[in-house]
């Protein structure tokens, strides 16, 4: 399960153990597309790993296995991105550098204070992450509340 922790931590790039970037808040709410609350969801997030050709054997069956992707649930204000696991919790701060209409520019630093910039996607009510060195993405979508 930590193995798991540190993954998600890495490969979001949300982890901000040490120093953290500093940060300016969005002066809207709707100039951040991130905002809000986010689930991984673990059939589109395969879909994504089958279209990725270059992911060795061992590495897409550790990642086809039933709780690696599916459990992260990301709630993303304008300054922090709390990871949540049903076995962890961790607030990290992070801060948009630039954006499109399809993509978002992420600061970040990782457990070391090595700040790292990751660029994530968006279609519709979807995040759509990097999984570093993968050639995929880890897809989230987002959670609306009931009215």
């Avoid at 940060?23 to 279209?51: F, I």
């Amino acid at each position: 399960m930590t193995g798991r922790i540190l993954f998600a931590l890495t490969a979001l790039a949300l982890a901000c153990a040490g120093p953290a970037p500093s940060l300016e808040p969005a002066a809207r709410a709707d100039a951040n597309p991130l905002l809000g609350r986010w689930h991984s969801d673990r059939a589109l997030t395969l879909a994504e790993l089958a279209e990725a050709p270059s992911v060795r054997a061992a590495d897409r069956e550790l990642f086809t296995r039933p709780t690696f992707f599916g459990e992260l649930v990301l709630e993303i204000d304008e300054t922090h991105i709390t990871t949540i696991l049903p076995y962890h919790r961790a607030a990290d701060r992070y801060r948009i550098l630039s954006r499109g209409p399809e993509w978002v520019a992420i600061e970040s630093a990782d457990a070391q204070g090595v700040v790292q910039t990751f660029r994530c996607q968006l279609r519709e009510d979807q995040l759509l992450v990097p999984v570093p060195g993968y050639g995929f993405h880890e897809v989230f979508v987002r959670v609306t509340e009931p009215d």
